[in-house]
């Protein structure tokens, strides 16, 4: 413990716990093949087009990124048919969050958030010393309803769709609900990291432009495998953003990481493959579980949460002496449920005969 002073909302938190990496596994189980669906990664790679910018781009890194990524959020807006300046570029869209928290909350102020969900949206809001309401999702779905209700006098609700870690949505029809129930000076954070793994889903935009308290968060960690540079993005009012560059650090998003993201953007081909292979993999796994007389979450992501109908820390111990990191997701909420991200086919194969012998043994 620091012998220095340490705010207390920075004493009463834990560090974020990430997924296993692979080099954590094989320095602690002396492994040297290890297949890692954690964290929801692609596992078809980068797409070809982003690694080409990057290696470009690598010949000027002596020279700082230009801070605010206006070429990104030019190209950001037109897809988005609003200006660059609803646009907001961060380090991660967990930077976003943390800078939405320190621009937004006071010590005491009130953030409603959905539980189990992503946990930064809780732990971005306790540093600033927000008190933070986590309202338990209702038969395997987020609770819009009771979440609008405790949304009263609240200053932030953040929302997640697909959900992490359930892999589940919610109708057009209950966010309009919703919306119109909530006061318009809560903001609203509508995180859609995991939006583009399902076609299917309704178009948040039309909600952008009717409630000008809401924002969208997406990344390119997910679909665009590019977690490793570090680069997301939220679209909203410019007014809302404004203020974030007054508390960004002046060149957080990298030079590799914008250059990369331009180009991954127009990458259709890569989008549609790695769209395909979830799709593929998370019917196999979904089947799979099924067969074995588990119980998988229905999903719209790239993984799968899956009931074992047992305590899951010993399965998940079985599962990484067999070199297959999958993520437990917080015992409190969820103790007899594994999370696994769709992988290729071979590693989804892989980790269905790990799994296998872990429940046989
Ligand atoms: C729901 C959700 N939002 C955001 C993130 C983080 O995104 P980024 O890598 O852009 O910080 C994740 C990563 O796991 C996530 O699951």
Redesign the pocket.
């Known amino acids: 413990m620091s012998t220095f002073f340490v705010r207390p909302e920075v004493a009463a938190l834990k560090p974020y716990s990430a997924g296993k990496s692979i080099e954590e596994v094989r320095r602690e189980y002396g492994l040297t093949r290890i297949i890692k669906l954690a964290?929801?990664e692609n596992p078809l790679g980068p797409s070809p087009r982003a690694l080409q910018a990057l290696r470009e781009a690598a010949e000027g890194v002596n020279i700082y990124p230009e801070g605010p990524s206006t070429a990104l959020r030019e190209a950001l807006g037109a897809r988005w048919g609003v200006g660059p300046d609803w646009i907001f570029v961060?380090?991660?869209?967990?930077?976003i969050?943390r800078l939405l928290a320190t621009t937004y909350l006071r010590r005491g102020d009130r953030v409603v958030v959905p539980r189990p969900?992503?946990p930064?949206y809780a732990g971005a809001s306790a540093l600033m010393g927000a008190q933070v309401d986590a309202v338990p999702l209702k038969d395997g779905a987020m609770d819009l309803p009771a979440m609008a209700a405790r949304a009263r006098g609240a200053r932030i609700v953040f929302l997640?769709r697909p959900?992490?870690p359930t892999g589940g949505v919610f109708a057009a029809e209950a966010f309009d609900a919703f919306l119109r129930a909530v006061d318009p000076d809560t903001l609203v954070v509508l995180?859609e990291?995991?939006r583009e793994y399902d076609d299917t889903l309704f178009d948040s935009r039309a909600f952008l432009a009717e409630y000008p308290n809401l924002i969208v968060?997406r990344?390119?960690?997910?679909i665009y495998g590019l977690?490793g540079l570090?680069?997301?993005y939220g679209v909203g009012r410019p007014g809302i953003w404004q203020p974030l560059y007054t508390v960004r650090e002046p060149f957080s998003v990298n030079r590799l990481a914008q250059a990369a993201g331009l180009a991954a953007l127009d990458d259709h081909d890569h989008l549609e493959a790695s769209r395909r292979m979830n799709q593929a993999g998370r019917q196999f796994l979904t089947a799979f579980f099924r067969e074995m007389g588990l119980r998988p979450w229905p999903t719209q992501a790239n993984f799968v949460l899956v009931d074992l109908g047992r305590p899951a820390a010993p399965v998940f111990e079985g599962l990484l002496r067999r070199g297959v990191v999958v993520r437990l997701p917080d015992p409190a909420d969820l103790p007899n449920a594994l999370r696994v991200t769709v992988g290729t086919e071979e590693q989804n194969r892989e980790f269905v005969r790990a799994l296998t012998d872990v429940l046989n043994a």
């Open positions: 964290s929801n961060g380090n991660g869209s967990d930077e969050f969900s992503f930064v997640c959900n992490n995180d990291a995991y968060t990344t390119f960690s997910k977690a570090r680069l997301g």
